[in-house]
């Protein structure tokens, strides 16, 4: 038998039943749908992650106080006491290693800004003047903080986007003089609109010199140090040169913890890979499940169909012949439900990214080229059984019923 | 040319061995009108589907064309089934979705034929047969001498040396039965080797050549006149 005429054989089988093959084109397609949809969404989460720390810049070191693997079950941390502080005295020692080009200490917290009886709460950044560059900001207005020492407290402050605009709204803001945490300080620069950045709405944050936010928040501690290697390749001699310099600080201990953003970067796009590959394995039990339902289905017009089976071996069709006409049928089945399957898929992941722009829900070669496999692989296997059946069946027996 | 020698076939029914076909000898040669007749369950039917290559002997040998065909694997008996073997039954056995037209033509399909070779064969037995008005009708569609006659195209498409009917005319009436054996009868002048198994003394005693089988064996073979 021809393989077009097979295929044309088992089309006009499934269309003389339409109400079961609907069904079990359904079935499949639900399958392969949700593993497009699925690893679509986890893959743009990843992306998403990813970008998110790309834009950071790579050969970023981060030095965060307090050592992450010891934390949990130090003496310490069980009778209250956090690990020791970084200081500023800290940062200014990290930035004389001939890695760095450029060191930023980091301070956060929340305070009030008010202005003229408006008021609202904000996010506060404490830095220096060199985090404009590290954290890729860009200024709409003004001046970012003075290229000073860091222990100066000058009480200034650049404004986020919607800061300024919920403050001043269309006025000039440059050289006015808003309350921060009940502190008067003089506005010097108003940042560009630019969407979030690591977790922070940069629209709504306000970013004072360092000094100055360990006074408002009253720490002497820093959040995080951030330091930016001249290269990649210096990466691994900066990581030393910060846990000697900071141990050496210490009194010997390496009480800090200090991450790449490549480290950041490959944890996040593994948790996320691993993530897609789970939901795309439970999208892959529903394409198992169709399987199986494809084989109850072909199980049952295996039985209906014995008189034609019968037939077809009485007119010159050998088992084989049999099982590759049962076969193609349930190929078909497959094929034409994951393809319908990825055409949902698709339109699935479209109408995600028209709700929800950020996350580019393209679904990965990989899941489309698996979910069809798999599409194509159960609908083989499930088939199996039923040609089986249906080859070894006696034909005389077959023919005898009417 | 059909052999069979000494050949066997036994079932085996809840323990017990029932001997469809005991040490059965037969000869059928080409061109012949031979009807099988005889009680239920004396094994006429096993004698039809051996001779069809539907049941394989326990014992004996069978030469089909002086092949033995008993050794045969199932993918070559299939192959000579198809070549070899016309099949109509009480049942007619078309398939209820194909047309007419697909019903003749799947012997030739399941071997393999070009579209339109197919397309030629079936065309020209359908004209042959007075069904040119039913070629695109569904056997639903079709009353049971016209369903009975698409079985019969279908079964001389693949020009086979010999056509098995099982009780051809026992699902129609009387003239459309007639018109059933008249159509077997003037294959039959042209050459080809009929074998019909029937309960009905009518249609057996039209053949040249009656074989009477009793429990498995042949009682009688004789030539009429």
Same mark, same amino acid.
């Given at each position: 038998?021809?393989?077009?005429?097979?295929?044309?054989?088992a089309?006009?089988?499934?269309?003389?039943?339409?109400?079961?093959?609907?069904?079990?084109?359904?079935?499949m397609?639900?399958?392969?749908?949700?593993?497009?949809?699925?690893?679509?969404?986890?893959?743009?989460?990843?992306?998403?992650?990813?970008?998110?720390?790309?834009?950071?810049?790579?050969?970023?070191?981060?030095?965060?106080?307090?050592?992450?693997?010891t934390?949990?079950?130090?003496?310490?941390?069980?009778?209250?006491?956090?690990?020791?502080?970084?200081?500023?005295?800290?940062?200014?020692?990290?930035?004389?290693?001939?890695?760095?080009?450029?060191?930023?200490?980091?301070?956060?917290?929340?305070?009030?800004?008010?202005?003229?009886?408006?008021?609202?709460?904000?996010?506060?950044?404490?830095?220096?003047?060199?985090?404009?560059?590290?954290?890729?900001?860009?200024?709409?207005?003004?001046?970012?903080?003075?290229?000073?020492?860091?222990?100066?407290?000058?009480?200034?402050?650049?404004?986020?986007?919607?800061?300024?605009?919920?403050?001043?709204?269309?006025?000039?803001?440059?050289?006015?003089?808003?309350?921060l945490?009940?502190?008067?300080?003089?506005?010097?620069?108003?940042?560009?609109t630019?969407?979030?950045?690591?977790?922070?709405?940069?629209?709504?944050?306000?970013?004072?010199?360092?000094?100055?936010a360990?006074?408002?928040?009253n720490?002497?501690?820093?959040?995080?140090?951030?330091v930016?290697?001249?290269?990649?390749?210096?990466?691994?001699?900066?990581?030393?040169?910060?846990?000697?310099?900071?141990?050496?600080r210490?009194?010997?201990?390496?009480?800090?913890?200090?991450?790449?953003?490549?480290?950041?970067?490959?944890?996040?796009?593994?948790i996320?890979?691993?993530?897609t590959?789970?939901?795309?394995?439970?999208?892959?039990?529903?394409?198992?499940?169709?399987?199986?339902?494809?084989?109850?289905v072909?199980?049952?017009?295996?039985?209906?169909?014995?008189?034609?089976?019968?037939?077809?071996?009485?007119?010159?069709?050998?088992?084989?012949?049999?099982?590759?006409?049962?076969?193609?049928?349930?190929?078909?089945?497959?094929?034409?439900?994951?393809?319908?399957?990825?055409?949902?898929?698709?339109?699935?992941?479209?109408?995600?990214?028209?709700?929800?722009?950020?996350?580019?829900?393209?679904?990965?070669?990989w899941?489309?080229?698996?979910?069809?496999?798999?599409?194509?692989?159960?609908?083989?296997?499930s088939?199996?059984?039923?040609?089986?059946?249906?080859?070894?069946?006696?034909?005389?027996?077959?023919?005898?019923?009417? | 040319?059909?052999?069979?020698r000494?050949?066997?076939?036994?079932?085996?029914?809840?323990?017990?061995?029932?001997?469809?076909?005991?040490?059965?000898?037969?000869?059928?040669?080409?061109?012949?009108?031979?009807?099988?007749?005889?009680?239920?369950?004396?094994?006429?039917?096993?004698l039809?589907?051996?001779?069809?290559?539907?049941?394989?002997? $326990?014992?004996?040998?069978? &030469? !089909?064309?002086?092949?033995?065909?008993?050794? *045969?694997?199932? =993918?070559?008996? /299939?192959?000579?089934?198809?070549?070899?073997?016309?099949?109509?039954?009480?049942?007619?056995?078309?398939?209820?979705?194909l047309?007419?037209?697909?019903?003749?033509?799947?012997?030739?399909?399941?071997?393999?034929?070009?579209?339109?070779?197919?397309?030629?064969?079936?065309?020209?037995?359908?004209?042959?047969?007075?069904?040119?008005?039913?070629?695109?009708?569904?056997?639903?569609?079709?009353?049971?001498?016209?369903?009975?006659?698409?079985?019969?195209?279908?079964?001389?498409? $693949?020009?086979?040396?010999? &056509? !098995?009917?099982?009780?051809?005319?026992?699902? *129609?009436?009387? =003239?459309?039965? /007639?018109?059933?054996?008249?159509?077997?009868?003037?294959?039959?002048?042209?050459?080809?080797?009929?074998?019909?198994?029937?309960?009905?003394?009518?249609?057996?005693?039209?053949?040249?050549?009656?074989?009477r089988?009793?429990?498995?064996?042949?009682?009688?073979?004789?030539?009429?006149?």
């Amino acid at each position: 038998m021809r393989p077009l005429d097979a295929i044309g054989f088992a089309l006009t089988s499934l269309g003389s039943n339409r109400v079961r093959t609907a069904l079990m084109l359904l079935a499949m397609s639900i399958g392969v749908a949700a593993v497009v949809l699925l690893t679509g969404i986890g893959n743009g989460a990843r992306l998403y992650i990813v970008d998110q720390f790309s834009s950071l810049g790579t050969n970023l070191v981060i030095v965060i106080p307090g050592r992450t693997e010891t934390a949990s079950n130090t003496a310490a941390t069980l009778i209250g006491e956090t690990p020791r502080d970084l200081t500023l005295n800290d940062a200014r020692a990290l930035e004389r290693g001939d890695m760095v080009r450029r060191m930023a200490p980091l301070n956060i917290g929340e305070l009030n800004v008010k202005r003229r009886g408006k008021e609202r709460q904000v996010p506060v950044l404490g830095s220096t003047a060199a985090l404009l560059e590290i954290h890729h900001l860009h200024l709409e207005r003004g001046t970012f903080l003075p290229e000073e020492d860091m222990e100066i407290a000058r009480p200034v402050c650049v404004l986020g986007a919607k800061v300024y605009r919920e403050l001043f709204g269309q006025e000039n803001a440059l050289g006015e003089m808003v309350k921060l945490g009940g502190f008067r300080c003089r506005v010097i620069g108003i940042l560009a609109t630019e969407g979030r950045s690591l977790g922070f709405d940069t629209e709504e944050l306000v970013v004072v010199p360092v000094a100055f936010a360990q006074m408002l928040l009253n720490t002497s501690g820093l959040f995080r140090i951030l330091v930016e290697a001249k290269d990649l390749g210096g990466l691994d001699r900066l990581k030393k040169h910060i846990a000697t310099t900071i141990a050496k600080r210490h009194y010997g201990e390496e009480d800090v913890t200090i991450i790449t953003q490549d480290s950041v970067l490959a944890t996040f796009d593994k948790i996320f890979k691993v993530l897609t590959f789970t939901v795309a394995g439970i999208a892959g039990i529903s394409l198992v499940v169709a399987g199986i339902l494809i084989m109850n289905v072909m199980l049952m017009a295996v039985a209906q169909r014995t008189a034609e089976i019968g037939l077809c071996k009485a007119l010159g069709a050998g088992q084989l012949q049999i099982m590759a006409l049962l076969v193609t049928e349930a190929l078909l089945l497959s094929t034409i439900g994951g393809l319908l399957g990825l055409l949902l898929g698709f339109a699935g992941s479209w109408a995600a990214v028209q709700v929800y722009p950020t996350l580019q829900t393209t679904p990965p070669l990989w899941a489309i080229v698996a979910a069809m496999g798999t599409a194509l692989l159960t609908g083989f296997i499930s088939s199996l059984l039923p040609a089986r059946r249906a080859a070894r069946l006696d034909p005389i027996q077959a023919l005898a019923r009417h | 040319m059909i052999e069979l020698r000494e050949v066997s076939r036994i079932f085996t029914v809840g323990g017990q061995e029932v001997r469809a076909m005991d040490k059965v000898s037969l000869t059928i040669n080409p061109g012949e009108y031979l009807s099988i007749m005889g009680p239920s369950g004396s094994g006429k039917s096993t004698l039809l589907n051996t001779l069809g290559l539907l049941d394989t002997p $326990n014992s004996g040998t069978y &030469l !089909l064309d002086g092949q033995n065909v008993t050794s *045969l694997s199932d =993918t070559q008996l /299939a192959a000579t089934r198809s070549r070899k073997i016309g099949f109509i039954f009480q049942f007619f056995h078309l398939i209820p979705r194909l047309t007419a037209q697909q019903n003749i033509e799947m012997p030739l399909l399941l071997a393999g034929t070009p579209r339109k070779e197919r397309m030629e064969r079936s065309s020209r037995l359908i004209e042959a047969f007075g069904l040119g008005d039913r070629r695109h009708h569904r056997p639903d569609e079709l009353s049971g001498g016209q369903r009975q006659r698409v079985a019969i195209a279908r079964a001389v498409i $693949n020009e086979p040396a010999v &056509l !098995l009917a099982d009780e051809p005319t026992g699902n *129609l009436d009387r =003239t459309a039965g /007639a018109e059933i054996i008249e159509l077997v009868e003037n294959l039959n002048k042209n050459g080809l080797t009929l074998v019909v198994v029937t309960h009905d003394p009518e249609i057996g005693e039209r053949a040249r050549r009656h074989v009477r089988v009793v429990d498995g064996r042949i009682a009688s073979d004789t030539l009429r006149g």
